[in-house]
């Protein structure tokens, strides 16, 4: 008897099929999924999520504020999606169950398409993709295939719930990060959220430079300061709350770290205020969350430290 495929091996196995190039790296991940550990509930979210309902004539819905899925005989799905709790990006809404997501981050992603950025027939990987909401958002926006990366279980069992519910669609979750492969050849790489956690920020982004084709856009989302090209701010311990917070650098600074990695800037938003509005407690997400690690007016952190803006740059890889 056959045994059952592993679902980060069925994840892998669906990207290759997606996109084949991907078959280059295909010792390389397979050694790092074989590595890897999950974490110790994820046998029991994973039950969750095994338990959940699937449809397969719900309406599904991928280009709306709302990624939905639409069903009129399914059984609610609420307490399986209650038990994988806390959701922090979102919204959704499942089989008449809506997910009111800690992040709104429709608010983002309505800011990358006001920002220019076109989806439409890319290849893209989306580095620290959360629980895959924007991996969706994306393939409603026109994207023929959306990898993502990111090393939490905890998001990689939402991320199985959804595909459970909203069906297959041309996405895969890998619970990997860049530091254990390097997928290559990609149209748009997007790095949302991430960057301010890395140690060595540059390194980053030559990872992120080095997973594009030639000509391929990075989309880069990130927490910066004030000030000039020589502007970086390390918070002494936390900032707002977070200890894994290392460099919030100015737009200035951000843009000549791109120039010197070799990419070509093409854009750079207006840095967006980070408020109660977009990150807040909610039914789904009970924890403390931005309010709780800032001064009551907004004007600083907990700590003393400047509030959070955050800014979206594009910049292309050079031939």
């Given at each position: 008897?056959?045994?059952?495929?592993?679902?980060?091996?069925?994840?892998?196995?669906?990207?290759?099929?997606?996109?084949?190039?991907?078959?280059?790296?295909d010792?390389t991940?397979?050694?790092?999924?074989?590595?890897?550990?999950?974490?110790?509930?994820?046998t029991?979210?994973?039950?969750?999520?095994?338990?959940?309902?699937?449809?397969?004539?719900?309406?599904?819905?991928?280009?709306?504020?709302?990624?939905?899925a639409?069903?009129?005989t399914?059984?609610s799905p609420?307490?399986?999606?209650?038990?994988?709790?806390?959701?922090?990006?979102?919204?959704?809404?499942?089989?008449?169950?809506?997910?009111d997501?800690e992040?709104r981050?429709?608010?983002?992603?309505?800011?990358?398409?006001?920002?220019?950025?076109?989806?439409?027939?890319?290849?893209?990987?989306?580095?620290?993709?959360?629980n895959?909401?924007?991996?969706?958002?994306?393939?409603?926006?026109?994207?023929?295939?959306?990898?993502?990366?990111?090393?939490?279980?905890?998001?990689f069992?939402?991320?199985?719930?959804?595909?459970?519910?909203?069906?297959?669609?041309?996405?895969?979750y890998?619970?990997?990060?860049?530091?254990?492969?390097?997928?290559?050849d990609?149209?748009?790489?997007?790095?949302?959220?991430?960057?301010?956690?890395?140690?060595?920020p540059?390194?980053?982004?030559?990872?992120?430079?080095?997973?594009?084709?030639?000509?391929?856009?990075?989309?880069?989302?990130?927490?910066?300061?004030?000030?000039?090209?020589?502007t970086?701010?390390?918070?002494?311990?936390?900032?707002?709350?977070?200890?894994?917070?290392?460099?919030?650098?100015?737009?200035?600074?951000?843009?000549?770290?791109?120039?010197?990695?070799?990419?070509?800037?093409?854009y750079?938003g207006?840095?967006?205020?980070?408020?109660?509005?977009?990150?807040?407690?909610?039914?789904?997400?009970t924890?403390?969350s931005?309010?709780?690690?800032?001064?009551?007016?907004?004007?600083?952190?907990?700590?003393?430290?400047?509030?959070?803006?955050?800014?979206?740059?594009?910049?292309?890889?050079?031939?």
């Amino acid at each position: 008897m056959n045994r059952p495929v592993s679902p980060v091996l069925a994840q892998w196995q669906h990207a290759l099929a997606e996109k084949p190039a991907l078959a280059a790296a295909d010792e390389t991940v397979r050694a790092a999924l074989a590595a890897t550990r999950p974490h110790g509930q994820f046998t029991d979210w994973l039950a969750v999520v095994h338990a959940l309902p699937h449809d397969p004539a719900a309406t599904i819905e991928l280009n709306t504020a709302t990624v939905r899925a639409s069903s009129i005989t399914a059984p609610s799905p609420e307490a399986g999606l209650r038990a994988l709790m806390p959701w922090r990006k979102g919204p959704f809404d499942l089989y008449g169950v809506h997910i009111d997501s800690e992040w709104r981050s429709d608010d983002k992603f309505a800011r990358l398409l006001a920002a220019g950025v076109d989806f439409t027939g890319k290849h893209i990987l989306d580095v620290g993709c959360g629980n895959g909401y924007f991996l969706y958002r994306m393939l409603g926006a026109g994207a023929r295939f959306a990898l993502g990366l990111d090393p939490s279980w905890h998001y990689f069992a939402q991320y199985l719930a959804l595909e459970k519910l909203l069906g297959p669609q041309h996405c895969a979750y890998l619970p990997l990060t860049l530091d254990d492969i390097a997928p290559r050849d990609f149209d748009l790489t997007l790095s949302m959220g991430v960057l301010y956690h890395r140690r060595e920020p540059l390194q980053h982004l030559a990872q992120l430079r080095d997973t594009l084709r030639a000509d391929g856009r990075l989309i880069l989302e990130t927490l910066v300061v004030d000030g000039d090209a020589t502007t970086v701010l390390m918070p002494p311990e936390r900032y707002a709350g977070m200890r894994n917070v290392w460099f919030l650098p100015s737009v200035a600074a951000l843009t000549r770290w791109l120039h010197r990695l070799g990419l070509d800037l093409e854009y750079s938003g207006t840095p967006v205020a980070t408020t109660g509005t977009e990150q807040r407690k909610t039914a789904w997400s009970t924890d403390c969350s931005l309010t709780d690690f800032m001064q009551p007016d907004f004007s600083a952190t907990i700590e003393g430290l400047p509030p959070p803006q955050r800014v979206i740059l594009i910049a292309r890889k050079k031939r």
